[in-house]
């Protein structure tokens, strides 16, 4: 499923609430920015029974090149993680 | 750093200020949209939201596991697990705002090429 199928499904759900398409656009999008904005201020989104988003730091390290094994720099940098809330786990395994 | 935490809340509020709908209906689009996501992975579906990340469900064969507290060993039967990555959109976005104001903090590495006496040999 993409964001836009994922659109799609949306207005069809809701297709009683008689919005413009890109409103449902809008929605989705501002979902998942709202998260993003979340992450980079370095706050947490936990959504009970989805799961939930943190940031976690990785330390600056060597790495190597894998082509010529030349040390590299790698700076500290801040990865984004998820947890799988355990209502939709438990779901994975049933169905 | 963190201290916060968003909730689904925060999106329904998010969702109302950005549409003219009720507090409720705002909701509701936001369970919704992880109802619908959440049905797409029960389904085995892959979900991909492009410059957000996407989501997969792997399969993890069978593997003995112990019980900690006993030490006895007990089989975990095969599962499906949610395996999330994220886009680089979204991990440019984080080390763009999180990154420089930890700058400096992170430790001293000297390149090999960087080595007054040539590289270390070990």
């Known amino acids: 499923m993409t964001k836009s199928e994922l659109i799609q499904l949306l207005a069809e759900?809701?297709?009683?609430?008689?919005?413009?398409?890109?409103?449902?656009?809008?929605?989705?999008?501002?979902?998942?920015?709202?998260?993003s904005d979340a992450?980079?201020?370095?706050?947490?989104v936990e959504l009970r029974g989805f799961g939930a988003f943190s940031v976690r730091p990785r330390g600056a390290r060597v790495g190597r090149n894998p082509r010529t094994g030349a040390a590299v720099r790698?700076?500290?940098?801040?990865?984004p993680f998820f947890k799988t809330g355990k209502e939709l786990r438990e779901r994975l395994n049933r169905e | 750093m963190a201290g916060r935490t968003v909730t689904r809340a925060d999106l329904a509020e998010a969702v109302f200020r950005e549409i003219g709908l009720s507090r409720k209906e705002s909701a509701d689009l936001v369970e919704s949209v992880l109802g619908l996501i959440a049905d797409a992975l029960a389904r085995g579906e892959p979900v991909k939201i492009s410059s957000f990340g996407s989501f997969s469900a792997r399969m993890k064969g069978q593997r003995i596991g112990r019980n900690?507290?006993?030490?006895?060993?007990?089989?975990?039967?095969?599962?499906?697990?949610?395996?999330?990555?994220?886009s680089h959109v979204l991990k440019d976005r984080i080390n763009g705002s999180l990154a420089p104001l930890e700058e400096g903090e992170g430790l001293e590495i000297v390149l090999d090429s960087e080595r007054p006496d040539g590289p270390a040999s070990s």
């Open chain 1, 13 to 35: 759900k809701h297709a009683d609430q008689h919005l413009y398409h890109r409103d449902y656009q809008r929605v989705v999008n501002r979902i998942f920015n709202e998260i």
């Open chain 1, 39 to 44: 992450l980079a201020q370095g706050d947490r």
């Open chain 1, 74 to 79: 790698v700076d500290k940098k801040f990865l």
């Open chain 2, 68 to 86: 900690p507290k006993t030490g006895e060993e007990v089989p975990i039967l095969p599962r499906r697990v949610l395996v999330f990555r994220a």
